[in-house]
């Protein structure tokens, strides 16, 4: 069965610099997604940005980029410029890639401050 | 476009009641899923559906949770009769193919 591991329950950085939130995962498959999704207090949960596995060139959404390592079962979250809309609990999330429907599996989420 | 559509989105009900928790799914969507949130257990999968079809209700946790998808544009997750211990925010996710799931803005569920 696929795992998800975050490591940091919680991490805190100051508004404007950058932080890393560090995510791992167990397969056996090789064609897969990862995602990250941040939930803040309103609850609702929001994708934040998505890799596929057979691409080597790491995703970049704005502010947000992912260090994706295939070998190492790797997938970090780069948030540049941090602001203050930032603040949240951020899932890692794998989902794979074959036809029929697939369960997304979470990681247990890392809760995001930023500091004014 | 309008996202998955949830609803109650708070729900406070006393021990033994049936709760019924709707959804509808992004049209076109051909995948939903119903997930349970708990600050214990986190994000577990209760059941999901592929073209309307049960697919693995491994996660739904007793006989006490049934779920149906009668149409390709409606769902519904039930609990009778519930318990304190159901208590938790309920999320109903879609999706099309392969790809990120598209979540709806949960259900609270209080059992008192």
């Known amino acids: 069965a696929q795992t998800v591991t975050q490591s940091q329950p919680e991490m805190s950085v100051q508004e404007a610099e950058t932080v890393t939130l560090s995510c791992t995962y167990d397969t056996s498959e090789s064609d897969y997604y990862l995602f990250w999704y941040k939930q803040p207090p309103s609850r609702q949960m929001i994708l934040v940005i998505r890799?596929?596995?057979?691409?080597?060139q790491n995703a970049t959404e704005n502010r947000f980029s992912v260090n994706f390592q295939k070998a190492a079962k790797s997938f970090s979250l780069k948030i540049s410029d941090s602001q203050l809309g930032d603040a949240a609990m951020y899932f890692c999330?794998?989902?794979?890639?074959?036809?029929?429907?697939?369960?997304?599996?979470f990681g247990q989420g890392t809760r995001l401050t930023i500091n004014p | 476009d309008a996202g998955v559509i949830q609803s109650p989105r708070h729900e406070v009900t006393e021990m033994g009641q049936e709760v019924t928790l709707r959804c509808k799914p992004i049209s076109g969507h051909n995948s939903l899923f119903w997930y349970r949130q708990t600050m214990m257990r986190g994000l577990e999968l209760l059941i999901y559906f592929n073209n309307n079809v049960p697919i693995d209700d491994s996660g739904m946790p007793e006989d006490r949770f049934s779920a149906k998808m009668p149409n390709a544009s409606f769902s519904t997750l039930k609990i009778q009769p519930s318990e304190p211990r159901d208590s938790a925010v309920y999320f109903c996710a879609s999706s099309l193919g392969f790809g990120e799931l598209f979540f709806g803005e949960g259900s609270r569920l209080t059992v008192l």
């Open positions: 999330a794998y989902r794979r890639r074959i036809q029929g429907a697939q369960k997304l599996v």
């Open positions: 890799q596929e596995a057979y691409k080597q």
